[in-house]
């Protein structure tokens, strides 16, 4: 991979709204890829993975995220946002190019108001 | 159930002062790393291992050195600090190059 651009630095919304994160990266071989969260004093948590199979991943606490190869985007949704989801979020990508090492996006973060 | 664990949490320097971040896990994993994260920069990797007395240059590995040892640790130094390096470093393990990487809870160093 030899970029990954989160298009959005700041996502507001209200609590119970969905919720879209998007994320694209440019390849040109087959990838894996990932969502992590970040709350807030805390390290890295994984959200969800693609690794292969169904586009459609569903992963922990209620996100869910669909690879689409020819937009080769995987954006991240929830259909409805808590107070406790208020986090960064990051997309990473790997491929054969970057020998497999994790390449990441600058972060969205995701604030939810009541 | 300890994970990845760095020691210290916080810590402040002075330019040209030298340390060393230190990164355990009690995974058993074969793949360790050392990134840095910069506000709206995501994380960028400085430095990786991919087994125990290896290890390899990252996106941004100029002015830090790292020494894998022992499998269970993954060194981080700075020999000459400088304010460039102010961040926030995070370690990470994991299994295989597709798989997924668990981090550590990140370190905040400060070189004034």
Known sequence: AQSVTQLDSQVPVFEEAPVELRCNYSSSVSVYLFW?????????????KYLSGSTLVKGINGFEAEFNKS???FHLRKPSVHISDTAEYFCAVSDMDSSYKLIFGSGTRLLVRP | NAGVTQTPKFRVLKTGQSMTLLCAQDMNHEYM?????DPGMGL????YSVGEG???KGEVPDGYNVSRLKKQNFLLGLESAAPSQTSVY???????????????DGTRLSIL
Do not use: E, K
């Not at chain 1, 004093?41 to 959200?47: R, S």
């Not at chain 2, 790393?33 to 994260?37: D, G, P, S, V």
């Not at chain 2, 995070?90 to 550590?104: E, I, R, V, Y």
């Open chain 2, 90 to 104: 995070f370690c990470a393990s994991g299994t295989g190059s597709n798989q997924p990487q668990h981090f550590g």
């Open chain 1, 71 to 73: 937009q080769t985007s």
């Open chain 2, 33 to 37: 790393y050392w990134y840095r994260q």
């Open chain 2, 44 to 47: 960028r990797l400085i430095h």
């Open chain 1, 36 to 48: 992590y969260v970040q709350y807030p004093n805390q390290g890295l948590q994984l959200l969800l």
């Open chain 2, 54 to 56: 290896t290890t390899a």
